[in-house]
């Protein structure tokens, strides 16, 4: 983060590089988080094939209710483990060149596994997926702090987070026709592929405010307007620190409870149709894309939200509750998806709870930077990251085994009914307000 000296100015010249741009707003701060979107629909991709390819795993290699439960497990603790070194990385390194190295780690590790032929090496691969995908979020995230104001995070975010569901389109539009022309393993090649691709525009075109070329004196005004407070020197504030806040504990445990729910949606719904409807793989790409395209509307919506809340007399943070409130209210529905006889009518549960759950992220992410100096905020989106993906594999070994044992969906759309509702209690319990942390020298 740059200092507050070089800020003033910046914004004192009235100029940018370009002087001409020098008293107009400008949205240099939306073609970032426009690729924020497009590494986020990258992430989704990646990880959401071995999903869609899952009953042909089952043919091909033997693969299990258990063993595929096991490997989504190498995924869920890699990405944990990876969140709390990723967090801090990006922390130390900064958002441009920390992302792209997250980025090339699992671009080379999505590609991996077209070299796989049984569910150890499937694992072995996703694990080292995991350690890579885990850089996504806490640079997303940190970056979106350093770019927007306040008022604008929760939009931002909510656009960027809606890459996970064109992601989670993408790949059944893509993934099952090369599949059925190519083979699987040409499938894991080429989603793998795009992240090199954005790798280059990353680097040729992201700075961060004070130095990139383009961006106006009034922009830059625009971005620190809320943030007087913290454009001084930011130094990293140790993880001991961070631990001792009950905001980070209050943001962890709402993501432990959350986090899984959307994990399972995206790793079981593909089977959810195949078992429940007898769907097969030329037959589940329009469902899985509706769902997720109503995600995708969540998820901007949602970050649009406390929007509204404000307007009727509330401060930020709490429309950003109230918000949090409405999405987790539309999740309940979701516990009557097994007794759905119509695959349609389960189409717009489904979609309804997905389009939920991303309204709700949109928000709980922004809480970081709401909670947190900007200083902080990758290493606690790391943490909660990490208590996100420790909660996504223990329910991926309960959802393995009771899918094993019982071919029924009942208790686990249960837990998804009721997670966010708790999640907020808790949330309001250790952070009222979501109160800002104050670390003193």
């Not at 454009?231 to 806040?245: A, D, E, F, K, T």
């Amino acid at each position: 983060m740059a200092d507050r000296a070089e800020i003033d100015n910046r914004i004192e010249s009235g100029t940018s590089p370009d002087s001409s741009f020098g008293t107009r707003l400008g949205r240099v701060r939306w073609t970032i988080c426009a690729m924020l979107f497009v590494a986020t629909s990258i992430n989704y991709m990646d990880r959401q094939v071995i999903a869609i390819l899952k009953p042909t795993l089952q043919q091909s290699i033997g693969l299990t209710e258990v063993s595929y439960g096991y490997i989504v497990d190498a995924f869920q603790i890699a990405y944990a483990l990876g969140l709390l070194a990723a967090g801090r990385l990006i922390d130390k390194l900064g958002t441009r060149i920390g992302y792209m190295l997250m980025m090339a780690v699992w671009s080379l590790s999505a590609m991996g596994h077209a070299l796989a032929s049984t569910a150890m090496e499937f694992g072995f691969a996703r694990f080292f997926l995991g350690l890579g995908e885990s850089g996504n979020f806490p640079a997303a995230i940190k970056t979106v702090a350093e770019w927007f104001p306040q008022n604008e995070r929760s939009l931002a975010t909510g656009i960027f987070n809606s890459g996970a569901n064109v992601g989670a389109i993408l790949a059944p539009a893509i993934v099952p026709w090369v599949t059925l022309r190519y083979g699987w393993h040409a499938a894991f090649l080429t989603t793998g592929l795009f992240s090199a691709l954005w790798i280059l525009w990353w680097l040729r075109n992201y700075r961060k405010p004070t130095e990139h070329p383009t961006l106006t004196s009034a922009e830059l005004r625009h971005i620190y307007q809320e943030a007087a407070v913290e454009m001084g020197p930011s130094p990293i504030v140790p993880w001991r620190r961070l631990l001792g806040c009950r905001q980070t504990w209050a943001f962890s445990t709402a993501k432990f409870l959350t986090d899984p729910i959307w994990w399972f949606y995206l790793f079981w719904l593909p089977s959810y149709f195949s078992s429940r409807f007898n769907l097969d793989l030329s037959h589940l790409g329009l469902p899985l894309i509706i769902v997720y395209n109503v995600s995708a509307v969540g998820s901007i919506g949602g970050g649009w939200l406390p929007a509204p809340f404000r307007r009727l007399g509330l401060s930020s943070n709490y429309a950003r509750l109230a918000a949090m409130l409405f999405c987790a209210c539309l999740v309940v529905p979701i516990f009557t998806a097994t007794s759905l006889k119509s695959e349609w009518a389960a189409i717009a549960l489904l979609s309804l709870a997905a389009g939920a759950h991303q309204g709700w992220s949109a928000n709980l992410f922004t809480t970081s930077s709401d909670m947190f100096p900007r200083s902080a905020v990758g290493a606690v989106v790391g943490i909660g990251g990490m208590a996100g993906s420790v909660g996504g594999a223990i329910f991926a070994f309960f959802a393995g085994h009771i899918l094993q044992l019982t071919h029924s969906y009942a208790s686990l759309f249960g837990i998804a009914a009721s997670a966010y509702l708790l999640a907020l209690v808790v949330l309001c319990l250790l952070a009222p307000g979501l109160k800002k942390v104050e670390f003193t020298a």
